[in-house]
């Protein structure tokens, strides 16, 4: 690994103690190895600083140890640090009140507290199955979902999240995501992509593999976030609503990545105009404690006492934490990732003019993807390039993170402004030259 070579002399002790004890299964890329944080910047154990463009994927959404975040932590660990489950305290309460109030759905909500993503998508699994009494699902090529067992069945990202695990979970199909830049499946005319995945799901999956009536529920990230940061055509998920309210299946939407503000609305299948039945969050919903909810409409909500559990859930430093974190992106972050999104997005495109490695620019708010190619007309990946780009912009002084093929994604907290925004594009564009330059 070419950023390797950066290593400092403590960055470089402490990779190599954590190499003999720490699995080896996370999938690190270069080595940053921290210190500390303070809004969009982070400074590794040799003083070297880096403007954050990764957020500790997708987490950090008001910015790394927000001053009213670590206060509220700080206040709720004085009063108490866990209760579990079995009992109650007033900021869970107050936080799923605020989770219903901002729902993609005019029905009420009702909250499932829970420390991670992956378990956010088991609890959708779980109830999805129990309120319909359906056993099967339907997810999306490129997708991903965590990887727990069920969880990892349904994700479909990359081979190896399967690989030496099988069997998986039963009853999951797979169909492609309406990819516009490449689509996988033969449009009719007339047809975009999005049109060809439910004529698809309806005229190949349903009328030969699958019977609708058995399917519990369909789970999709309203934009793939590790498969690419990738955009459906908006004309796609109204079709797909009234595709589920005719069939009876549920619309689970996995909004671990791109929920919580990261678009400019509350939840990324908003920019759809579309409601879901059930959607799972995680990440930027406490600024990096762990934490997650599964929300659903209360009409679905019809498991009882015991059905469904944990013991950390509405853990109260989580708890505390997100509500601050709701409030500060109430405040003004949700306005933000709308504005800096869109001038981001503007000057990538400008980018993209000036390098011809780059394929497509998309995203919306503060979700956006740069996809690299060997060459626009056939728009072959070029997944090494990316990765060396990745790794300039390191040694250069900016975090980021691939994925899909050959995608940077761009997921800064929430906070950054344009100015920041100017900066690190200023050192991602040296490094996009620098990696073309050297071949
Ligand atoms: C869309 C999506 N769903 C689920 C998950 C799983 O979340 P976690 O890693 O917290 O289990 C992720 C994580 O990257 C994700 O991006």
Same mark, same amino acid.
């Given at each position: ?35 500390? @944080? ?290 500060? &992106? ?38 956006? @993807? ?61 490094? &996009? ?7």
């Amino acid at each position: 690994m070419e950023a390797q070579k950066f290593l400092g002399p403590k960055a470089k002790e402490l990779v190599e103690r954590d190499r003999k004890v720490v699995s080896p299964s996370y999938p690190r890329g270069y080595p940053f190895v921290m210190d500390h @944080g303070k809004g969009v910047y982070v400074w590794d154990v040799d003083g070297n600083k880096f403007l954050d463009f990764a957020a500790g994927i997708a987490v950090n959404s008001t910015g790394h140890s927000h001053p009213a975040v670590v206060k509220a932590i700080q206040d709720q660990a004085e009063k108490f640090i866990h209760i579990s489950s079995d009992f109650y305290h007033e900021n869970w309460i107050e936080l799923s009140e605020y989770l219903n109030r901002i729902a993609p759905f005019e029905e009420d909500a009702v909250v499932f507290a829970t420390n991670s993503g992956t378990e956010s998508m088991e609890t959708a699994l779980k109830l999805a199955r129990y309120h319909t009494g359906r056993s099967q699902f339907i997810a999306f090529l490129g997708g991903f979902h965590g990887r727990t067992h069920g969880s990892v069945t349904l994700t479909a990202s990359k081979p190896h999240y399967h690989r030496g695990f099988y069997p998986l979970m039963n009853g999951v199909t797979h169909i492609p995501f309406p990819d516009p830049y490449r689509p996988v499946l033969q449009m009719n005319p007339g047809e975009d992509v999005g049109d060809a995945v439910i004529r698809y799901l309806e005229e190949s999956i349903f009328a030969h593999l699958l019977p609708p009536q058995d399917v519990a529920g369909i789970i999709i990230e309203p934009i793939q976030g590790e498969g690419g940061y990738v955009v459906p055509p908006a004309g796609f998920f109204p079709k797909l609503r009234e595709l589920c309210t005719r069939y009876g299946i549920l619309l689970i939407a996995d909004e671990v990545q791109s929920g919580v503000g990261r678009t400019g609305k509350w939840w990324a299948i908003e920019n759809f105009g579309v409601e879901p039945d059930i959607i799972t969050t995680a990440k930027g919903i406490a600024s990096g404690v762990p934490f997650g909810a599964m929300i659903a409409r209360k009409s679905v909500t019809t498991w009882k006492k015991g059905s469904h559990g944990n013991t950390y859930g509405g853990n109260p430093l989580a708890c505390a934490a997100s509500l601050e974190t709701l409030k500060l &992106i109430d405040g003004g972050y949700l306005q933000n990732a709308a504005e800096v999104g869109a001038y981001c997005l503007e000057k990538l495109t400008q980018m993209q003019t000036r390098h011809t490695s780059i394929g497509i620019v998309r995203g919306i708010g503060l979700m956006i @993807g740069i996809e690299f190619v060997k060459d626009r007309a056939t728009r072959e990946p070029a997944e090494k390039l990316r990765d060396v780009i990745v790794d300039r912009a390191f040694e250069k002084g900016l975090l980021t993170l691939g994925c899909g093929g050959s995608t940077i994604r761009v997921s800064p907290p929430l906070c950054i402004t344009k100015s920041e925004i100017d900066e690190g594009l200023a050192i991602l564009e040296e490094a &996009i030259s620098s990696a073309e330059n050297a071949g």
